[in-house]
């Protein structure tokens, strides 16, 4: 059994440990002094305000993950205070993973990078519920009704903030944002050659069976 003596950092035994073997322990502690919050400041508020995605991890109760991507017009993940966040969950494939491992275990990491401007990144680690549309409102009836009907919420998660540090740049790359691709012959085809496609239905819409599963589960040739 490890004993871990810095048991009243920042992260988990297992980091700890991990550390202690490396010789990163002084590195740790002054990152844990400088970056690791408990709450949201001024300017980390500002940044999320301004992000149109982020990256989500989730675990079930046996401690099986999930990592999403969620996306939305800027200001769709919000900043209820300094620490609170909450973001709506739009209709998706149905599987409902995230939701359910949050109804399982709350505890859920989000991860936010700037690729194209400042390109840095934000942690924010917490513990997550789930709230309905109708209760959201309720709670804070100046929520923007969405006039795309695919952004309509089915719930929002609820995250209350336990811990916000940076994900500093020396790795994040460069992207620039393209404009998508019109093409006025191929109607109906995939999203990246016309509107986004929120919410829909559409298989090819959605992208198709791209990575060939549904054709090998029966037997067909991968495209």
């Known amino acids: 059994m490890y004993d871990d003596q810095r048991a009243e950092r920042p992260g988990s035994h297992g980091e700890h440990r991990i550390q202690h073997e490396l010789g990163t322990v002084e590195r740790a502690d002054r990152f844990y002094d400088e970056q690791v919050l408990d709450r949201l400041n001024p300017r980390m508020r500002e940044f999320v305000a301004r992000q149109e995605m982020f990256f989500l991890a989730t675990a079930d109760s046996r401690g099986e993950c999930d990592s999403t991507f969620r996306a939305g017009p800027p200001g769709f993940l919000r900043v209820l205070d300094d620490t609170t966040l909450a973001y709506p969950e739009y209709r998706g494939n149905g599987v409902m993973a995230s939701l359910g491992n949050i109804r399982e275990n709350p505890h859920i990491g989000i991860l936010m990078i700037d690729f194209s401007q400042d390109r840095i990144g934000l942690h924010v680690n917490g513990r997550a519920r789930l709230v309905t549309d109708d209760a959201m409102r309720r709670r804070h009836p100046g929520l923007p009704v969405d006039p795309v009907p695919g952004r309509r919420p089915q719930m929002w998660v609820e995250v209350e903030v336990e811990e916000a540090y940076i994900h500093c740049s020396k790795h994040i790359p460069r992207l620039v944002p393209a404009p998508l691709r019109q ?41």
């Open 183 to 223: 093409n006025p012959a191929r109607q109906g085809g995939p999203a990246a050659e016309g509107e986004q496609a929120w919410g829909t239905d559409d298989v090819r819409r959605k992208g198709g069976d791209y990575f060939g599963a549904a054709a090998r589960r029966h037997g067909l040739a991968s495209r």
